[in-house]
């Protein structure tokens, strides 16, 4: 006897479906019925088991609704589902949780990379030391802040200061040029700032906070050591997570992230979403490997968007209130709504058209044909039934954040 049964097929680069009403020229998953012999008790059992494992999730997903997060193993056992039905449902569960704490709001973050040197050998990056085919600037001060303010005026949330770990700021200690930066753009702009230049000592986080910065961000890429060292190569993995405690005691909010498709199990991905919230990062993140020209994994292929998805997806079930971004670094505007879709709340990676300034994971995606400003994205939130929150909520949220981090601290 012969049945129909839904298959999921994985293609590279990413996942299509027509079936289930997504562009099928994204390339994201590819959804199709398929002929399978089986004798009937094989097809009742395969019903059954079916019904089983939906059930299952159904009751995780119910709880997570009554708002409860998922531990450990509910969390891997979602990130191991591979129907598209399944992955959606976990998708739609999180974007509920997500407006239960955020309605239908999402903020927005300004970009400026201000230099593209940096003393690192990542294996992953497009602008490690040795790859000469990276464009190489640094941008003055005085041009950061014009456009931290164009920013801030486009309807930017946030202005992200990133960089490489520059050698001139690292290995000279011209850490002062650092805060004076970071001083300089607070007087200009009412926007929250976030730091995003490597590993830093103590004593200069204390003082980015005191010039003004609200966020320090610092990716440690996995939370599997072995992984980290082969990834991050001659970088100390401890160094690089106690500076993150350290912003955090010093009043900073602090990001972390994690890097997909780079030889991580899924079980390394729960490990991380759970050590993020050890450390009680605020905002969190996942993002998709991009190969990048020049670095010793520009052969190494990129995962398939659901991958990012179903990670999102879980990592807002368990960090139920925190911020996740969806990042315009990756595909632009082609995956926006689907990682909104997956619970994100953050849009990150506004760049300024014509600014000369570089993304991270997209060297120059849409940023001179304007696709990567505030106006370019909003009818693309809109259209998925969200908004782009007032200045105001996004500066409550951060005020409300610090007051409740400083009162754990002190108990």
Not at 227 to 243: H, K, P, V
């Amino acid at each position: 006897m012969t049945g129909k049964v839904l298959v999921f097929e994985p293609l590279q680069g990413g996942l299509v479906s027509s079936s289930m009403g997504v562009d099928t020229e994204m390339g994201w998953a590819t959804v199709k019925l398929s002929s399978k012999a089986g004798t009937l008790s094989e097809q009742t059992r395969f019903r059954a088991g079916l019904r089983a494992r939906t059930q299952n999730i159904e009751r995780m997903l119910d709880r997570a609704l009554e708002g409860r997060s998922l531990d450990k193993s509910e969390a891997l056992y979602l990130l191991k589902q591979e129907s598209p039905e399944e992955i959606f449902s976990i998708c739609s569960i999180a974007s509920k949780v997500r407006e239960t704490y955020f309605r239908d709001q999402v903020f927005v973050y300004g970009f400026i990379y201000f230099s593209t040197y940096c003393r690192n050998l990542c294996r992953f990056c497009f602008y490690r030391r040795p790859n000469s085919k990276c464009p190489r600037y640094r941008k003055d001060s005085a041009s950061i802040s014009d456009m931290a303010r164009t920013l801030e005026k486009s309807g930017a949330h946030l202005i992200d200061l990133t960089a490489g770990e520059d050698p001139i700021i690292h290995d000279r200690k011209r850490y002062d040029e650092l805060v004076s930066l970071v001083r300089l753009v607070r007087k200009n702009v009412n926007a929250s700032i976030m730091v995003s230049p490597g590993v830093l000592p103590r004593s200069v986080l204390g003082s980015l906070k005191e010039a003004g910065a609200d966020w320090y961000a610092l990716y440690q890429e996995t939370h599997n050591r072995t992984l980290f060292s082969t990834l991050r190569i001659g970088q100390d993995y401890d160094e690089r997570l106690m500076a993150k405690l350290i912003a955090r005691k010093e009043g900073l909010l602090i990001e972390d992230g994690i890097l997909l498709g780079v030889g991580e199990s899924e079980k390394d991905r729960v490990d991380s979403i759970f050590e993020m919230k050890r450390i009680g990062a605020n905002q969190v993140r996942a993002m998709g490997f991009v190969p990048q020209e020049g670095s010793p994994m520009e052969d190494h292929a990129p995962p398939p968007i659901i991958d990012e998805m179903k990670t999102m997806a879980v990592m807002r079930l368990v960090h139920r209130d925190r911020l996740i971004p969806a990042s315009f670094d990756i595909d632009g505007l082609k995956g926006l709504e689907l990682r909104l879709a997956a619970g994100a709340n953050v849009i990150s990676s506004i760049i300024p058209q014509k600014s000369g300034l570089a993304g991270v994971a997209q060297a120059h995606l849409g940023v001179e044909e304007g696709l990567r400003t505030v106006e370019s994205i909003r009818p693309y939130i809109e259209r998925v039934g969200l908004r782009i929150a007032s200045r105001k909520s996004y500066m409550r949220w951060v005020d409300e954040e610090k007051e409740l981090r400083s009162k754990l601290q002190t108990v």
